[in-house]
């Protein structure tokens, strides 16, 4: 089947686009374009071209489906179609509508003229995924729009949309009704008034400024993203195409655009662009399996997180009931996620009416009756089983048949919560991530008995309240939470062994981590690490654990909210102070535990913590609680404040090398074995990775 129709409207032929959703430039495509421009050329009456897409877009760009396979690079390749549109002898005009991305912009700009509908998405949005735009983009934007609009949405990546352009060399006229017809009747003028044949190439970029500017530009984007190289890329090919010839910019555009290819930052950015699309993908529940409507929800709990996961329902127009045991903890409640919105207004995120709009679909409650005909019930309630047990056999008694029942557990067993209810088909667990209304990940676990309409209700659900859903099986602290235990045993190792909390704090943040193991413990609550600790100890006797953590939570150093943890805090701030007073109790613990200090070095504490969660995230695969490698990465990545130029732990063993991985954890090991309170059990590589580093495999192969 083509993927380019060819048609002839009178003297004007018409190639169209169709290759749904986006019509992707794929290999199909590319040849089809070709194909119909080759058509028009050798037909004597055809005077025109128009150059347009079916369906929902222009084009977005490259097709995402031929991403690392051999049709990506077959020829007729995206340049070869843009010299060929240049190479004309018949004006080409592209009819640009609802989408021009990436390629399909490249390809528009290749164009001798350009018409657009109001309000399509113009773009060059490479950057997001660790490259720039290589098929000229980077050359042709800014001879057509503003230089300094062209750099700011090359470095950035956004839409804009295209009536913002009139005026402006990249479109010669914005038709408003019928963009086919005004298309037609714009070739037939350009050719009756002899308008020639144009190209954006020979023009020249006109800002006399241009690098005093890129100067100013180089600071600002190497302070904006310290990490990532492609923005720094983007803006250098962008410079190129105020000096020399058109031809020399494109070479440097070229070159630029292979380094970032060959980079991690890339291969990272490109893991997660996949990664995020592959969650939603589950194997056994296909894609037409029917769902269930979710009209309206509740949340029992108006605590925290209780009222963010509201706060996620009324903004996404869903109606949702909140019910609290006592009436002072629910107006408290609903009082919060007022002042959310309205500190939301006062930033210009949202309107007053908007506010009122959705507060409006918030209602309070302390009766299980208001909640009984909700499509969705999720329970927000203190991580306990006895009082997750209560709430669940009550909701089993009062919720109509074929409501969801939702556990926002982090860490209990969804199991054992759906067997408080004669309907476990219908019990799931949605972990939200704290603060709820703000975090993106949704870790979404599967009980044994979970409907499989069940499941695909709440990952479409997720999509609906902004949510990356991703699917857990049943164990403890399921995936996340299960890693992040091993990561803070080892945090906590190392500060017995010899390191300060900011030492391992600043190696990890330096790595990329958003925010270092402490300092994450005393913004959680180091009593909610207590708390699990102990359930860990009663029902794990023969598992080690540091016990510097129990004794800071014995003092009531429970973190920010106590005014002290592992760092101290000063009344109404964040900062995190080193406290003398900690270095002390480890002095006295290390001696009552027998530890001579050592110096750790960054390389150890970084790859102690990072491996620590690659060995967990292996044996997660291989007992089937995570689907794929890059469900752990999407987590990380979204719930943690795993570094995204990094693309996630898993990611990040694959491009450290799996053999590298498994000797760095026997390093580990005897170094635990000749430690007074050391694990070197916890170092021994899980089968899969073991198995995967013998056959020169990847996680994510």
Known sequence: MTQAHYATHGDVAVITMDNPPVNGLGHGLRRGILEGLRAALADDAIRAVVLTGAGKAFSGGADIREFNTPAAFAQPSLHTVIDAIEASTKPVVAAVHSVAMGGGLELALSCHFRVAAPGAQIALPEVNLGLLPGAGGTQRLPRVIPFELALNMIVGGFPVKSEKFKGTKLFDEIVEGDL?????????????????????????????????????????????????????????????????????????????????????????????????????????VPADTPVREIKSAAVIGAGTMGGGIAMNFANAGIPVTVLEAKQEALDRGIATIRKNYENTAKKGRITADDVARRMGLITPTMSYDDIRNADIVIEAVFEDMDVKEAVFRKLDEVMKPGAILASNTSTLDVDKIASFTRRPQDVIGTHFFSPANVMRLLEIVRGAKTGKDVLATTMKLSAKIRKLGVVSGVCDGFIGNRMINQYSRQAGYMIEEGATPQQVDRAIEKFGFAMGPFRMADLAGNDVGWYIRKRHYAEHPEMKFPKFADKICELGRFGQKTGAGYYKYEPGKRNAIPDPLVEEMLVKHRAEQGITPRKLTDDEIVHRLMFALVNEGAKILEEGIAMRASDIDMIYLTGYGFPRFRGGPMLYADMFGLYNVVNRLNDFAAQAAKTPNGDADCWKPAPLLAKLAAEGKSFNG
């Open 180 to 284: 086919m017809a005004g298309a037609l009747a714009f070739a037939r003028k350009a050719v009756a008034e002899n308008r020639g044949l144009p190209l954006v190439r020979n023009l020249k970029v006109d800002y006399p400024h241009a690098q005093g500017y890129l100067q100013a530009a180089r600071g600002a984007v190497r302070a904006a993203y310290p990490n990532l190289p492609a923005p720094m890329n983007c803006l250098e090919a962008v410079a190129a195409s105020t000096r020399g010839t058109f031809d020399e910019g494109l070479a440097r555009e070229r070159q630029l655009f292979i380094e970032l290819m060959e980079g991690p930052e890339s291969r990272a950015l490109r893991h997660i662009f996949f990664g995020e699309r592959a969650a939603a993908k589950i194997p056994d």
